[in-house]
């Protein structure tokens, strides 16, 4: 890949950062009457530090990524009962850790290339355009100017949309909106990006490794391999694919949305289900108790892993 080595540098000196924070003498996020969103930032912060893992290429699949990054926040939980730092082992906080690294991976999941070698091929080129444009610092502070711009445009719309109710939630709902707002930011600003980057490309390169492949030469079902690296090139790679058409796009959106809908239908029933069961069954009042009994972060992160 284009700068793989960036990737480790920058995970490695984010996990240094990490396990320095977790491991601050005495550290307490939030005060007495501010609520502690120190489990959304445990989650959110072994999120982050999975993603990088996965771009340093040290890990070839999810299962070994997800048993590294579980390990990890265990090790830097159990690790914080040191004496003398004046931090405690949390069995919340490796839940809330090990519920970010289940997000991070749900999305590297959701994006894994699917499909034979062209689409293959076709995940490599994507890679290949995000990694190239990162390295330009203009392409860097427009997706932060974006992700900053869109975050707070969500969080805005949401908190006031929270008012129209009659028991307005502002606070909850305007950091929904700016996940929501920042996702959408990020997401926009890379793809146009990405596509500028595949446009801007004047003679064909094997997208494995950056190397001209204008040199390569194809057999005559179109098949060749980069001469640099080996990796398999196909003659109308460098074309754009086809376009999906519109009749199957119109369904397989039906369908996403369908079933995003109804996972989020199924969660609520699943709660209503708890709450009507509670009467008739021991278990299911412990079970509503044991949640109703988690701080508010805590809860919110089992929310959003429960969307997610
Ligand atoms: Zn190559």
Redesign the pocket.
Known sequence: MVNRRSWRVLAGIYALALTTGTHWPKLQLGGEETPPFDKLAHAGAFGVLTLLLWRTGWFRSLPALFATAVLWCLVDEVSQAMPGLGRETSFADFFASSTGVVMALAVLWAFRPVGGWPSRIQYDRTNWAIERTLVRPASALLIAAATIAFGAIGAVAAAGIAMLFPNPMPVLLGLLGLGIGMAVGVQASIEILRRRELARLDEPI?F??G?AAGAVEFDERGNGA?L????ALHAGQWLDPPAIRRPVLRRLLGISALAGGGIIVAGFALYLAVLALRPMSRFFLRLNEAYNALPDDARLVFDLAWVV
């Open positions: 094997c494995r490794c190397a980069c640099q690296c080996g990796a």
